[in-house]
């Protein structure tokens, strides 16, 4: 198995651009897809980045999904930050019939 | 798509509980479905995975041994029954459609139920 490493906190203000890095140990970045989700407080969380890079439909041009091998990492961009966005990340992969969730990432937006 | 999940509630260390999930608005048997529990504060912990039908079933090794997924396609549903329970399972439970490829990650979630663990 591999696990994925994700600062505990990042904060930016409003308007400004963050970048979450999701980090494996363990196999490169490159094996598996990666997904991010946001969680809400007191809610599910909800698909904003698959396949590495891919937006579901209604998911704002303002998230974007990227990965570095050089890094083996995988990074989530949020562009134009907005209150709304201040919640909970996860990256997660999956390898060999287990799903990995990264620790979680709490993004506060000042 | 929407997923429910039901059951939950107390249960005494070395107790067991069980926990279901109904699912409508599509297919359910054209996907696999996951458990993933989410301790008090804590980040997201993947619990279990069941095939579409059902044959195939794969557990995080924490949980490997107490914990026995199934599914129950006629009724859309599927159960997550845990035993020899601790107080460190004590969490909300959300059901988890994933995708139809593996890249799709978990597309749809249930609202999550709650089971704690204590005497």
């Known amino acids: 198995n591999f696990m994925l490493r994700q600062p505990h906190s990042v904060s930016e203000s409003q308007g400004k651009t963050v970048t979450i890095s999701c980090t494996r140990s363990g196999g490169s970045i490159a094996d598996d897809y990666v997904q991010w989700y946001q969680q809400r407080p007191g809610r599910s969380p909800t698909t904003l980045i698959y396949e590495d890079s891919r937006r579901p439909s209604g998911v704002p041009d303002r998230f974007s999904g990227s990965i570095d091998s050089s890094s083996n990492s995988a990074s989530l961009t949020i562009s134009g930050l907005k209150a709304e966005d201040e919640a909970d990340y996860f990256c997660?992969?999956?390898?060999?019939?287990?799903?990995?969730f990264g620790g979680g990432t709490r993004l506060t937006v000042l | 798509v929407h997923l429910e999940e039901s059951g939950g509630g107390l249960g005494q260390p070395g107790g067991s509980l069980r926990v279901s999930c109904v699912a409508s608005?599509?297919?359910?048997?054209?996907?696999?479905m996951n458990w993933v529990r989410q301790a008090p504060g804590k980040g997201l912990d993947w619990v279990a995975a069941i095939n579409r039908g059902g044959s195939s079933k794969f557990y995080a090794d924490s949980v490997k041994g107490r914990f026995t997924v199934s599914r129950d396609n006629a009724k859309n549903s599927f159960y997550l029954q845990m035993n020899s329970l601790r107080a460190d399972d004590t969490a909300i439970y959300f059901c988890a459609r994933a995708g139809y490829t593996y890249g799709q990650g978990f597309d749809y979630w249930g609202q999550g139920i709650l089971v704690t663990v204590s005497s």
């Open positions: 608005g599509f297919t359910f048997s054209s996907y696999e």
């Open positions: 997660q992969s999956y390898d060999n019939k287990y799903w990995v």
